[in-house]
């Protein structure tokens, strides 16, 4: 599937904005520095797209926040 481009007024401003980036350990940095230009608050959770299965508890707490 191929990725879509955000509109031009998404991707000039997160101003307000809090991004989780969920990749990887140490796969996040030029996107995490991409947000930050932009202005957002950038929240790193390395590895919590792989980790969810083995602790159930943080998907729920996510989802309940």
Known sequence: MPATKPTPAVARSLANATVVLTRP??????LA????QRGA?????????????????????????
């Open 41 to 65: 608050t950038v929240l790193l959770l390395p590895g919590l797209g792989l980790s969810m299965r083995r602790e159930p508890a943080v998907l729920e707490a996510l989802r309940a926040a």
């Open 33 to 36: 520095r991409q947000a930050r």
């Open 25 to 30: 350990a140490g796969t996040a940095r030029a």
